[in-house]
């Protein structure tokens, strides 16, 4: 071994981006790694790749972007690309390297074989060993030679000759009626197509060579359960350990997979168990042959292992993704959760794993610094509104934020959808639905049964003790509102719609004198009315602020509607003189059931769906939806009709941000911050759709939407934003808003002159939340467990005035 380092704090080198169309998700990564290790004695020292594969320097900041097109486009304009020699420099000045990148360059051996090349330590595996575990079809061969069962394959090159009767020679003597083509270095579930006859599958591999791919795999739709495992590398003997699998339900009906949105937006679309619903000899079977798989590869430190228990009974290894995506609520961190890691004490272990392979002195064990007693923050989240999923994902992220403040000490509580209050187990927590997280809470004490014996094998196998795990799985019980109430600890309110965001519960606060964050009850209940605070604004009469206009219609008479579509459609139009409207839920958010209608048939296929109390609309059943549209959980009492507001069209292209000039409108989200009577309203964000209403995707999922913060000049005149703040200040004071607030409004880019839309008086505050741009753009930047300290402060301050 080495000599050992030694320094006073490890600095790594933190790599993310990359070309692949992962590049999103491998930011969401980023972003995580950093926000649970950096400290004391670690120096995160962020690298972005381009797609083009240039390095840059960029901020921690920048690592709280939504997407890196918020800032390709800036980089592209204001800042150049290392060179060769500097980026060398840059990387040999950090003691380690910690990749975050996902698919191609990430994942393929590219940025491994550079950091060996420069003899630069790095965490994860050699490029000889990505290089054979993400190209899928040599995966599949290791694996088979080392007698480890796979899924049965076919590879297609480009140079491959008589394809067609290839894949009917392999649809017969596999008797397959579907099946995935795939490009066999891709991740993600990107690039996978279902298919169900050789004719499809051979249009399929056009689609994908000619999109770029080089080499095309092709299996057949497998039948069974689907899971995925993480493989860590430590012990007295180094060993290879699966932590507990993964089992993941999803519905496979009609050749559906488990797709990008699946994996990455929180929806009921899949569900996720750990410890599995298998066997002990199933479960046992499946970690053994992941761990084998990870010998065979030659991986290292961590890696995650896809396959499936077919309905015959068999275990089949499908994928390898030797950079396991590490997003707040990842498969990675629950099934580390689930022995007893916390996110932060997960990584250290690998971190510390690399670093003692290389010779390089860091102790994983080390407890973080000691605080003074801290004040106790009861973070709650869920609920049953329509918004309760993007709750989960807001709740979570405050609490593992707060988890890193030395002045408060958080507890994750959940709110189900019957009212009743639990307090989360760590590992509990980091489930993606209000209903798994339910679920899991129900199955405690047989998930503590069955998770004992495995948290003793692994600790075992891994060396580990009680510095590593400090995360204790406890059986949780539930307590009436009124019994969560009974504390007069802060309360956090992580919840969107319903009673969290109506005014109700903070009513039920105010009365208990027990301090919370975000405006008081009156607000709240007068915001949650999209109509009733748009007529506030409307009667201020302040030049340059208006709302666009609008039609309040209740269910009996919507429902009606249907009978007559056609001159309901001609009679609305005429009164908001506009040929096209966008329609939305009077008291819901996040989008639910927002859509943009042409027509009398699509106002039809709407209110049917309202009726039919969908619980999405799928992409494409109306123009310019490009996503699902989440649906409100319960018939709304009343349906908002207003004119649509046109905008001018922008896109980020090419590492530029083209403009085509339609009415000089853009649309912004604007976040108000301070007292009652003197909010400040923060540098706004101009938001780009895909579509003609922002997604639920764009609104709170990292790695899509782009939020461009602030504006950026001369496409947006700095006078107009100065007198936008002003106009959003205006808004907030008429509303009586306190705490913090988010505005969505249509700007004129030239003027300044705002057009109100709603204000969220619980915004989301996720991973990448528009909120967490703002105050990081300010003169004073405050990162995000700082603007969540500062969120708390305001709260006391108010409550403590009120009473």
Known sequence: MKNKKRRKSLRVALLCGGPSSERGISLNSARSVSDHLAGSDIEIVPLYFDVRRRAFAISNAQLYSNTPLDFDFKLFRNARPLSETRLKKVLLSCD???????????????IQKYLERIALPFVGSSAHACAQAFHKWQAKQT????AIDTVPGLCITQKTLRIEELLKRFFSENRLSRAIVKPTSSGSSIGVHSVESVAEAHQAVKTLFKGGAVDVLVEPFCQGTEFTVVVLEGGPKDEAVALPPIEIATDYSRGQIFDYRKKYLPTQQASYSCPPRFSAAVTNRIRSDAARAFRALGLRDMARIDGWVLKSGKIVLSDVNPVSGMEQNSFFFLAGSRIGFSHRGLLRFVLGHACNRAGIAFDPERKSEEVKARTAVRVIFGGSSAERQVSVMSGTNVWLKLRRSSRFDPEPYLLDRK????RLPYTFALHHTVEEIEHVCHDARR????????????TRSLGLNAQHLSETLFVPRSQSIEQFLSRRSFVFLGLHG???????????????????????????ALCMDKYSSCEVISRLGAPGLRIAPKIRVQRADYLRWLRSASAWWEG????????????KPVADGCSAGVLRLTNAREMRLYLNAVKNRLVRIPAGTFPEQSNPIEMPARSPEALLFEDFVETDLIEVRHNKLLLKR????????????GRQGAMRAMNPSLTVASGAVLSVEEKFQGGTGINITPPPQPLVRLSAITLAKRHAEAAARALGLAGYARLDCF???KRGDLIFIEANTLPALTPSTVLYHQALAEKKPRYPTEFLEHLIDLGMQDRARNR
Request: charged share 20%.
């Open 662 to 673: 339609r009415n000089d409108w853009i649309e912004v989200t604007i976040g108000v911050l």
């Open 572 to 583: 609305v139009t005429d009164a908001l003189e506009s040929p096209t409207l966008i329609v």
């Open 447 to 458: 998930i503590v049964a069955r998770i004992k014996p495995l948290r003793r094998l692994i």
């Open 96 to 110: 380690i390297a910690f990749p975050a990148m996902h698919g191609e360059f990430g994942e393929d051996g590219g």
């Open 747 to 749: 700007m004129h880019r």
């Open 143 to 146: 694996m088979t030679q080392a």
């Open 419 to 422: 009212e009743r209050v639990w």
């Open 498 to 524: 319903g009673i969290g965001e109506d005014g109700t519960l903070q009513a039920e606060l105010e009365a208990r004198g027990i301090p919370f964050n975000g405006t008081g009850s009156a607000s709240a």
